[in-house]
Nanobody, 119 residues
């Protein structure tokens, strides 16, 4: 199984920026899609952004225009650039990789990284 390790979380003031990284232990082409999810206290985990193997990206409406997901195939890493951060963006952010085999989708998850937006 491919291991995913996130980094880059922290405390930032409203309006600030952070860049999250997710390093995979093997080629990210092992995944049909990779995504960033987040989970705030008392809330369900939600999809923030995803990128397909064809480099198509999708974003949650709440982050469109502020967040950008990208990847480096050479570094086996995906990134989430977060700008104009708001207190509502406070959550644990998780990296996800999806492998589709027939009718089965296999999910790989990182351990999560805390993002706190507060003055």
């Amino acid at each position: 199984q491919v291991q995913l390790v996130e980094s880059g979380g922290g405390l930032v003031q409203p309006g600030g920026s952070l860049r999250l990284s997710c390093a995979a232990s093997r080629s990210i082409f092992n995944f049909n899609a990779m995504g960033w999810y987040r989970q705030a206290p008392g809330k369900e985990r939600e999809l923030v952004a995803e990128i397909t193997s064809g480099e198509r990206t999708n974003y949650a409406d709440s982050v469109k225009g502020r967040f950008t997901m990208s990847r480096s195939v050479a570094k086996n890493t995906v990134y989430l650039q977060m700008n104009s951060l708001k207190p509502d963006d406070t959550a644990v952010y998780y990296c996800n990789g999806k492998t589709i085999r027939g009718l089965t989708t296999l999910d790989s998850w990182g351990q999560g990284t805390q993002v706190t937006v507060s003055s």
